[in-house]
């Protein structure tokens, strides 16, 4: 069993009206021993040392399992519902809020039990509780490629602190067909660090690049006009699935995402909301 994390004080950063919810609702969830994990700010502290404000708690939990937990949250007085059907439900109290995580925004890594297998132990606001693993983490946040958010130094942190103790195997098998952005955060972590670059096995860089060069040396698939930038980012590869005729790679085989799912998460987009098209939205 891994051995128990000492997660560096958030408090400091947090309301104490907000603290309190949070703590509740991990305390609810572990008292009714509802599977959970702690990602978002307060994992990333326990894994890189590194803390900072946040303004949600974020929890990931398996889809199946949302129903009970709006139960119990619902029972705390709180209101509790599902944002986005394919990945996200929010739990508020007042202003407060705690996100329940289910998938990833582009619908690409569902929480399954693999997530639940070999998780870090921690205390988070004195409750005991289990983090969503490192290579989970970095799977999430590999897509994260905004205007607004980018969390590619979330993974080179998170790589410079725990390199050594990734399942390399099991990370290049959860990226699966999407292993290109894997080696381009790779590749980059190389750059940030690089008197570090060992850190990453030789094997790994070695495997990627020959299915980099493969690639390179083999025909383009014919027929294939797809745009998978917007697993990248919601909105700035619109242009190209709305008036350049490609497919949205949302709705591939890569995604677990449904047309609907797609309209409601880019109706959601700021820019869209204003009535501004993203083609005209400022620079």
């Given amino acids: 069993m891994p051995s128990a994390l000492v997660a560096p004080s958030l408090e400091d950063q947090i309301p104490p009206e907000a603290a309190a919810f949070y703590?509740?609702?991990?305390?609810?969830?572990?008292?009714?021993?509802?599977?959970?994990?702690v990602g978002g700010a307060f994992a990333h502290a326990c894994f890189t040392g590194i803390g900072r404000m946040t303004k949600d708690l974020d929890l990931f939990i398996r889809r199946a399992d949302y129903e009970?937990?709006?139960?119990?949250?619902?029972?705390?007085?709180?209101?509790?519902?599902?944002?986005?059907?394919?990945?996200?439900?929010?739990?508020?109290?007042?202003?407060?809020?705690?996100?329940?995580?289910?998938?990833?925004?582009?619908?690409?890594?569902?929480?399954?039990?693999?997530?639940?297998?070999?998780?870090?132990?921690?205390?988070?606001?004195?409750?005991?509780?289990?983090?969503?693993?490192?290579?989970?983490?970095?799977?999430?946040?590999?897509?994260?490629?905004?205007?607004?958010?980018?969390d590619g130094a979330d993974i080179a942190h998170l790589l410079q602190a725990k390199a050594e103790q990734l399942d390399w195997s099991g990370l290049l098998d959860r990226f699966g067909p999407h292993w290109r952005v894997l080696l381009s955060h790779l590749v980059l972590f190389g750059y940030i660090?690089?008197?570090?670059?060992?850190?990453?096995?030789?094997?790994?860089?070695?495997q990627l690049m020959a299915r980099l060069a493969d690639e390179t040396r083999g025909p383009a698939p014919e027929g294939l006009r797809v745009c998978a930038g917007t697993l990248l980012s919601r909105e700035q590869y619109l242009h190209d699935v709305e008036q350049l005729g490609y497919v949205d790679g949302r709705l591939t085989a890569a995604s677990t995402m449904a047309p609907e799912d797609v309209t409601v998460w880019t109706e959601a987009i700021p820019a869209r909301q204003a009535g501004t098209p993203e083609d005209q939205a400022p620079s």
Wanted: with cysteine.
């Fill in 23 to 37: 703590q509740r609702g991990l305390r609810t969830l572990v008292d009714a021993r509802v599977p959970f994990l």
């Fill in 193 to 206: 660090y690089p008197g570090e670059r060992e850190r990453v096995p030789r094997w790994v860089m070695d």
């Fill in 68 to 150: 009970r937990v709006e139960a119990l949250m619902r029972g705390n007085g709180w209101c509790a519902q599902i944002a986005y059907p394919h990945w996200l439900a929010k739990v508020h109290a007042g202003e407060n809020f705690i996100d329940l995580i289910f998938n990833s925004g582009n619908g690409v890594a569902p929480v399954d039990e693999r997530w639940f297998r070999n998780n870090a132990r921690a205390e988070v606001l004195g409750v005991p509780v289990r983090l969503a693993n490192p290579e989970d983490g970095l799977l999430s946040k590999a897509f994260i490629m905004e205007r607004e958010r980018y």
